[in-house]
Every structure is written in C-alpha cells, then in structure tokens.
T-cell receptor, first 115, second 113 residues
Framework: KQEVTQIPAALSVPEGENLVLNCSFT??????LQWFRQDPGKGLTSLLL?????REQTSGRLNASLDKSSGRSTLYIAASQPGDSATYLC??????????????FGDGTTLTVKP | ETGVTQTPRHLVMGMTNKKSLKCEQH?????MYWYKQSAKKPLELMFV???????ENNSVPSRFSPECPNSSHLFLHLHTLQPEDSALYLC????????????FGEGSRLTVL
C-alpha cells in the first residue's frame, strides 16, 4: 500500500525567498506524481504532473522533480510571494492503480509567505 | 464552463433533510470521484466511477448515495446525516489510459446541524 509523507507540515518564509517542499512515497512503482495547491475552503488545483519517465517539470516559478529510486519528489518555488500562501499536497499512485483518483495523498505542507 | 463544477458551494441541512450535491465535468473524462475532507484530516476517497459504473465504495455509510447518470455528471445524495458528516466534499475527474492527471472541483461545504 502506497504511503505518502510530506515534510514539513508547515513552513513560514519571508517574501522573495526560494523554498523547497518535500514529498516521500514508499511504493516506487508509480506511473506519475502530481502536485496540488489548496486554498482554505477550496478545491485542489493541479500545479504539476510528472510522468514516471520524467525527472522534472516546470511551470513558471514552480519546478517539481521526481526521483523514483529514492521515493522522493520536491516542489521548488522561486521568489515566493504572499499569493503563494496555501497548502501544497502531493499525490502518488501505487503501481497497480488504474485510477488517478485512487492515488494516495500526503497530508500537505501549509506555506505562509510573509510580506 | 470548463473543468469540474460543483454545486452548491455551501449547504446547511438538518439531520432529517434530504439534499444532493452535484458535480459536472467538462473535460471529456471517463472517471469521476467523490472525496470527503474534514478539518485537520487527510482526503478520504469515498466513491470511484469508471465509465458510469461504480467500481469502488470505501465503506461509506448508506446515508451517502452516489449516482452517475452519464460520464459527465456525478451526484451525491444525502439523507439522515450526522453532525460528523460536516465537511468539504470534493469531486474530481480523470481520463484513464492517458496521463492520469486528476482535476478537482471547488468543493461543496456541508454543515449538518
């Protein structure tokens, strides 16, 4: 059974700082890994999807990496802004999963960017 | 409309009421899901639908009754709920056999009095 851990649970940084969020998973037989952002009381917004054949994906100030052999993914946020304040979740399927929605979600890292 | 749309966004109901949550996806996906998210708890997958057929029910109480009339619409019928059912209910969809990317709606915030 896939287990996903996100450390730290909460992070507070000053505006402008670069930061890294971590996601660890136990079953490395994944076909992809997805990062989401969730604002309070809202749904999850997809940020980046990394296929198992890829090492990283970039979107604007966000860069996600994937190392299947070590069971780790990182989300790098460059030049953080107060608008980046949210909870960030990663989701990883198990190798036998046939539905993306059955992926295991981490508990998330709540990021606060102070002006 | 694009993406995944959920209505209503907020719902308050008594324990004896019957109400329904609606989810519609405009992405042409073939799989849809219901999740429950309670305060300070991880996401809980409730139901999985593939090609309109329910393929998973994660021991959800019968007071929650899903319905999927077609691959674009998903309902969650609510009846005789308990206060502990108060939560954010999220709908999501994906296209199985493709990239496996998951898309969520904005959620329906349910309060049971």
């Amino acid at each position: 059974k896939q287990e996903v851990t996100q450390i730290p649970a909460a992070l507070s940084v000053p505006e402008g700082e670069n930061l890294v969020l971590n996601c660890s998973f136990t079953d490395s037989a994944i076909y992809n890994l997805q990062w989401f952002r969730q604002d309070p009381g809202k749904g999850l917004t997809s940020l980046l999807l990394i296929q198992s054949s890829q090492r990283e994906q970039t979107s604007g100030r966000l860069n996600a990496s994937l190392d299947k052999s070590s069971g780790r993914s990182t989300l790098y946020i460059a030049a953080s802004q107060p608008g980046d304040s949210a909870t960030y979740l990663c989701a990883a399927p198990s190798g036998h999963n046939t539905n993306a929605g059955k992926s295991t979600f981490g508990d998330g890292t709540t990021l606060t960017v102070k002006p | 409309e694009t993406g995944v749309t959920q209505t209503p966004r907020h719902l308050v109901m008594g324990m004896t009421n019957k109400k329904s949550l609606k989810c519609e996806q405009h992405l042409g996906h073939n799989a849809m899901y219901w999740y429950k998210q309670s305060a300070k708890k991880p996401l809980e997958l409730m139901f999985v639908y593939n090609f309109k057929e329910q393929t998973e029910n994660n021991s959800v109480p019968s007071r929650f009754s899903p319905e999927c009339p077609n691959s674009s619409h998903l309902f969650l019928h609510l009846h005789t709920l308990q206060p502990e059912d108060s939560a954010l209910y999220l709908c999501a969809s994906s296209q199985e056999g493709a990239t496996g990317e998951l898309f969520f709606g904005e959620g329906s915030r349910l309060t049971v009095l």
